[in-house]
Nanobody, 124 residues
Framework: QVQLVESGGGLVQAGESLRLSCAAS????????MAWFRQAPGKERESVAR????????SYSDSIKGRFTISRDNAKNTVYLQMNRLKPEDTAVYYC?????????????????WGQGIQVTVSS
């Protein structure tokens, strides 16, 4: 079993930055591929960014490409999402997710473990 705990969310103004963190426990972190998802009210959960277990490969959705960066520190069992130039449409609950194996995936159905989610609100 894997436990994931997100932190770093909050309320910011458009154009500002936030960094989300997700601390993992319960399994060897370096065996897990990780991802960030988000869900806005009335919308489906959206895959935002993905990283493989070594950190050497990443992938992003078109809506945030060039503004967000996913990274991980396997020594600290933590994955990060640096969010720059935030927009009001980035407002959502952000979730950290983990799956076993070297290769990340886009769909939520591929991920076995989920954090509780953290609110990010961007005001205009």
């Amino acid at each position: 079993q894997v436990q994931l705990v997100e932190s770093g969310g909050g309320l910011v103004q458009a154009g500002e930055s936030l960094r989300l963190s997700c601390a993992a426990s319960g399994r060897t972190f370096s065996s897990l591929s990780m991802a960030w998802f988000r869900q806005a009210p009335g919308k489906e959960r959206e895959s935002v960014a993905r990283i493989n277990r070594s950190g050497g490969s990443t992938s992003y959705s078109d809506s945030i490409k060039g503004r967000f960066t996913i990274s991980r520190d396997n020594a600290k069992n933590t994955v990060y999402l640096q969010m720059n130039r935030l927009k009001p449409e980035d407002t959502a609950v952000y979730y950290c997710a983990a799956k076993e194996g070297a290769v990340f995936a886009t769909g939520a159905r591929h991920y076995d473990y989920w954090g509780q989610g953290i609110q990010v609100t961007v005001s205009s």
